[in-house]
């Protein structure tokens, strides 16, 4: 199962303007938090997020929220997946692979998932 997803940088650095570290924490961990260097890279994570969720076919909404999806950083960088136990139990997540791209003010995620 297959996701994209695309997000203006512009507009997540707009979000945290205004609001701050509750802007992140409204679809970011601490943990998460912890690896933002810049709006790109939470924008990044945002469009990763979207496209998790759009692999699993639900989108973000009751029954998989922006909490439920984990990013992390290989020992090389390269970003990582990690689902709450009952999502990765629903949806039989045997597997998942993320890119992450950025280019012209924007975020793109592509996310592969596979299935037990």
């Keep these: 199962m297959i996701g994209i997803d695309i997000v203006r940088v512009e507009r997540i650095a707009k979000m945290h303007e205004k609001f701050k570290d509750k802007a992140y924490a409204r679809f970011l961990s601490e943990d998460e938090i912890a690896l933002v ?25 009751s029954i998989c929220s922006f ?28 597997k998942s692979y993320l890119s992450i791209t950025h280019d012209g003010g924007f975020a793109i995620a592509v996310v592969n998932i596979i299935k037990k």
């Design 37 to 61: 260097k810049s709006p790109s890279t939470a924008a990044g994570f945002w469009a990763a997020k979207e496209a998790a969720s759009k692999a699993l076919g639900t989108g973000i909404g």
């Design 67 to 94: 909490h439920d999806i984990k990013i992390s950083k290989s020992k090389l960088g390269a970003p990582k997946l990690k689902y709450t136990k009952a999502l990765r139990k629903k949806f039989k997540i045997k």
